[in-house]
């Protein structure tokens, strides 16, 4: 916990008592009236050192009385101490609970207050989805779900809050389950507003002739992005135990957990399933594996192969068992490889620069960026090119910043203080957080040469990456998700460990390779979509010698790092991740593969 000044402090504590007096007067009356106390909250922090008591305790109170009328208050107060403590995490989950559980009281409306834009409060309210993998849209989260997004169309009005196509069918099917009247005005809505794609799925979920059975199927077909997992998601939990041991909406559920990660839910489906189907088998070969039941994987495959030998079901699931091969061996040479990976790191912090190649077409890439990075010299530059032609770069040392995108084709150059890449590690627990699932994630910001160096470091030292149980721990939670270690394989000097994840639709199987050379240092990275080769640590000066030449353009000089400069960047990047996302094959519904099948 950091905290520059005792103003600084006080001032964050007279922020956090602001309608208390209320709240206490309240319960002084109660207690003159001889009526129960109100349960006390926990005790404000006197120093920054207390603060994680306080989070834990003021966590729990708001879990036991979530209906005390000090819950909102004691909510908002963690909120802004975690934001003086740079606890993004923190921060994000307790305005999401601020707002989808006391969506009237006034720290929610400071929440929304606080947001910059209606997008970024969108991003909010899918926090529990985007942590869960899975949306929950039980009634009652369906009802809070909207009276929360309520508070932002009052914000910016709803024309430009629901202008987001996915997040506007999102509301209409929490609509429709939550019971609301007003419904039916956000299906015309959602049918006049959204691309063609999404309102396809407007026209699957609601419509009045198809049974929620055939409305699964059919939108398990349709490739709408988070339109289709809060529409799956509903329609699944309205089905009945008999509808839900059927075979395609079976099939098409576990196709779909799988997809988002949701291994271990996914067995627990199969498991329960009666169904002697080819594509069902692989899915139990490959799930159960992934928990580690190896006996349910291995009675999968012998019944796969005694009743369907000629099915390629067969083939694929045989395929997949041999690449994977003994698990537990793999994952322990796996895990000694990575231990000795990190323990270079932070035995010899060096510098980095590699190349990493993107887009494949045919055997070359479209997309080339070439990458430095050096704590010590306050280094960070990349290069991007479109078939070899510049669209961005970005070099930032301890002298000056230089921006450079292909959009106007000018340089912005600007003084370093203030304009370095920060990277901030967020770590969410499954034993202490309101979300079934852990989470890592990386944030980027703009911060000074010192925290710049500092960042760097702390990227280096990942969480759950700094002893050899937190190793085991992090891979343990990459293989529950799908991905399944093969067998690391020694050839001309290096080392390979190759990863392989199973397409849940096709069969197909995604694979991953990790180059280590003689000294446990990662070489290269390989997949079908991407590269990252010649990968070399330094501990001198010597790296712009074998960058690419800065592009040709007219220099403009800026006072300071704004957002101009930013949005260059953020521009460019956008423009390729739309490309490579263009190149993504259409959807295939698994119910049809089975009927194809049959």
């Not at 627990?429 to 079934?436: I, K, V, Y």
């Not at 994630?441 to 160096?453: K, L, S």
Request: charged content about 25%; some cysteine; proline content about 6%.
């Amino acid at each position: 916990m950091r905290c520059n000044s005792v103003a600084r402090w006080f001032f964050c504590s007279l922020l956090a008592a602001i309608g208390m007096p209320a709240l206490c007067q309240a319960v002084e009356l109660g207690q003159r009236a001889k009526t129960p106390a109100l349960p006390e909250p926990p005790p404000f922090p006197c120093s920054a050192g207390e603060a994680d008591r306080f989070f834990r305790e003021a966590s729990q109170f708001v879990a036991k009385h979530g209906d005390s009328p000090h819950a909102p208050s004691v909510q908002h107060t963690i909120v802004m101490l975690a934001q003086l403590a740079r606890r993004d995490d923190l921060v994000r989950e307790q305005q999401y609970l601020l707002v989808m559980k006391y969506p009237q009281s006034l720290p929610s409306a400071h929440v929304v207050a606080t947001m910059t834009n209606p997008a970024a409060f969108r991003k909010l309210l899918r926090l529990h989805s985007e942590r869960s993998k899975t949306a929950p849209v039980s009634k009652a989260y369906a009802a809070a779900f909207c009276s929360a997004a309520e508070l932002g169309a009052h914000r910016w009005g709803a024309a430009k809050f629901f202008d987001d196509d996915s997040f506007l069918l999102e509301f209409t099917v929490a609509a429709a389950l939550a019971g609301r009247p007003d419904v039916d005005r956000f299906v015309a809505l959602a049918r006049q507003q959204t691309k063609s794609q999404t309102r396809r799925v407007v026209d699957v979920f609601f419509d009045p002739g198809r049974s929620n059975v055939e409305k699964l199927i059919a939108i398990d077909a349709l490739d709408a992005g988070p339109a289709v997992a809060v529409c799956h998601e509903a329609l699944w939990q309205q089905l009945s135990d008999a509808e839900r041991n059927e075979l395609e909406p079976t099939l098409a559920h576990t196709v779909y957990l799988c997809e988002r990660g949701e291994i271990e839910a996914a067995a627990r489906l199969l498991q329960r399933s009666p169904h002697d189907e080819p594509h069902l088998h692989f899915l139990r070969v490959w799930c159960h594996t992934a928990v580690g039941d190896a006996e349910s994987a291995k009675a999968a495959l012998v019944v796969l192969a005694k009743n369907h030998a000629s099915s390629p079901w067969t083939a694929r699931t045989t395929e997949l068992a041999r690449r994977v091969g003994d698990l537990k061996e793999n994952f322990a040479a796996h895990g000694a490889l990575w231990k000795a990976a990190i323990a270079q790191w932070h035995n010899q912090p060096l510098g980095i620069e590699a190349t990493l190649k993107l887009g494949p077409i045919g055997d070359r890439y479209r997309y080339e960026a070439y990458l430095t990075l050096c704590p010590a010299d306050r280094l960070f530059d990349i290069r991007l090119h479109d078939g070899g032609r510049p669209i961005l770069a970005y070099l930032a040392d301890a002298e000056n910043t230089r921006v450079y995108s292909d959009d106007d084709e000018r340089t912005l150059e600007l003084p370093s203080r203030n304009s370095f890449p920060v990277f901030r590690w967020t770590v969410a627990a499954a034993d202490d957080r309101p979300f079934p699932r852990r989470g890592m994630g990386i944030h980027f910001d703009m911060a000074d040469a010192g925290t710049y160096a500092n960042s760097v470091q702390s990227l280096l030292a990942i969480p759950l990456l700094g002893s050899a149980d937190e190793v085991s721990t992090t891979l343990g939670d990459v293989v529950q998700s799908g991905y399944l270690p093969c067998t690391v394989s020694l050839k001309d000097g290096r080392t390979t460990g190759a990863w392989v994840r199973p397409n849940p639709r096709t069969g197909d199987l995604q694979q991953w390779e990790f180059d280590f050379d003689d000294e446990s240092r990662l070489a290269a990275v390989r997949s079908a979509s991407f590269r990252v080769e010649n990968i070399r640590y330094r501990s001198n000066d010597a790296w712009r010698a074998d960058s690419p030449a800065w592009p040709d353009s007219t220099v403009q000089r800026l006072d300071s790092f704004d957002a101009t400069a930013l949005a260059k960047i953020m521009g460019a990047l956008m423009r390729v991740s739309q490309t490579l996302g263009d190149g993504e094959t259409p959807q295939e519904t698994a119910a049809g593969r089975l009927k194809e099948a049959q």
